[in-house]
């Protein structure tokens, strides 16, 4: 009887001990999951595993209480920069702890897909469509070996936000349709053919201006580089983009369903040279930012504002401030993240590109200030959300 109780005693005690193992073990892993507690602007941001985090050229998506954040899985070396794997998903609840979620659109290994592995997948932006219940993914498409060539916007969809998202199609927009701010004269030029035009003489400006490069081609869609995607409050999407050999922007409104274009566009700040945009809305006011054309080197960022997505669009300058605000703190525009729950809380999301080594970019977020009407960028060295 005695001996009985004894390991009895001594069987609760074991798995006392294990319980507390137990409890200890998961509070330390909790910690670790949810240890970063401010972001810090062009630092290595590790992910709840540990490792920096592979999602550049990025956008967030707010779904159910959580973030989804998307971006380009970069590699080492020379061809980083060419997509190895695919779109890569991060998901959180708080912005300052990031889970992997894995690749949600893979690279195909079938050499005759447009996503065969290899092409260059840039700037991937995901929106949820209410109608449907799918998750849209769009981004920017170069086939393999053809350099920046093929500018053509793509999309994929999924069931689920963490994918798998399933290609549809690529191609180049708003072909066969003029521009809505396009007037009668202008459609009617015929400026495509002027070769002899000398780049950037006050006669070429004009040209691209009255749409000579529009015309060029108008048969087989506009070009579609750097882009993102936006949706506004009666939930209509757009597609904004680089396009004309990144000269100029074009906005694009998208189908019921987000999978298409519908059409209707216009071109902002034609010869602008305006790449990286990102777009928000306050106030029923919409503003963007975008950077200038210099490749994988910073540069000055731009920004506009107007009171409809049609515009026009009133140029606002440069919305950095202080030391490196010529080289918008050596990054480039990706996204503006809504924060929830927080009244007209914006963060302003960049790439600090690596070229030589691409998987090393890292992230500048920085909140944005709004000044006399205007979208203001200030360095900081660390900082949380408390600062809205
Ligand atoms: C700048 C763009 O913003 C990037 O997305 C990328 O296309 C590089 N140019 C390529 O040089």
């Known amino acids: 009887m005695k001996l009985k109780s004894k390991s009895t005693t001594l069987i609760v005690l074991i798995f006392s001990l294990l319980g507390v193992a137990f409890f200890l073990l998961s ?12 972001f810090v602007p062009g630092s290595k941001w590790t992910d709840t595993n540990g490792i920096h985090i592979n999602a550049h050229g990025g956008g967030v998506l707010y779904y159910n209480g959580v973030y989804y954040w998307y971006g380009e899985y970069k590699a080492s070396g020379r061809s980083g920069n060419t997509s190895l794997k695919g779109v890569s998903c991060y998901t959180s609840k708080d912005l300052y702890n990031w889970k992997n979620e894995g690749i949600v659109l893979k690279v195909d290994k079938d050499p005759n897909s447009e996503i065969t592995k290899g092409c260059v997948i840039e700037r991937p932006k995901v929106v949820y469509n209410k109608k449907t219940g799918k998750f849209v993914l769009w981004f ?4 393999k070996n053809q350099g920046y060539n093929a500018a053509r916007t793509a999309v994929a969809t ?17 072909k066969g ?55 506004d409050s009666d939930e209509k999407a757009y597609h904004i983009h680089a396009s004309e050999e990144n000269l100029t922007l074009h906005i694009s409104e998208l189908t019921d369903d987000y999978l298409d274009f519908t059409d209707k566009w216009i071109s902002v700040a034609p010869t602008g040279h305006n790449e990286a945009p990102a777009i928000f809305k306050q106030d029923g006011i919409y503003y963007m930012i975008t950077s200038g054309c210099t490749g994988w080197d910073p540069n000055e960022a731009r920004s506009f504002k107007s009171t409809s997505i049609w515009g026009p ?17 050596r990054s480039q525009s990706t996204f503006i993240l809504p924060v929830q729950g927080k009244e007209d ?18 992230y500048v977020w920085l909140p944005i200030n709004m000044m006399n009407g205007k979208p203001v960028l200030k360095w900081q060295d660390k900082w949380d959300l408390n600062t809205f």
């Open 313 to 329: 669009w009133q140029p606002l300058g440069n919305p950095s401030i202080g030391k490196e605000a010529h080289l918008t703190f």
């Open 158 to 174: 999924s069931d689920t936000p963490t994918g798998p998202f399933e290609f549809k199609k690529s191609f180049r927009p708003n």
């Open 177 to 231: 349709v003029w521009p809505l701010n396009f007037t009668y004269q202008q459609k009617k030029l015929r400026t495509w053919n002027k070769k002899e035009l000398k780049d950037w003489s006050a006669e070429w400006i004009a040209s691209v201006k009255n749409g000579m490069l529009i015309q060029r081609d108008f048969e087989k869609g506009q070009m579609s580089r750097d882009m993102t995607v936006f949706v």
């Open 27 to 38: 509070s330390l892993n909790y910690k670790n999951n949810n240890k970063h507690k401010s």
């Open 140 to 143: 920017h498409l170069e086939l």
């Open 345 to 362: 809380a914006f963060i302003f999301m960049a790439d600090r590109w690596q070229p030589r080594n691409p998987i090393d970019g890292t």
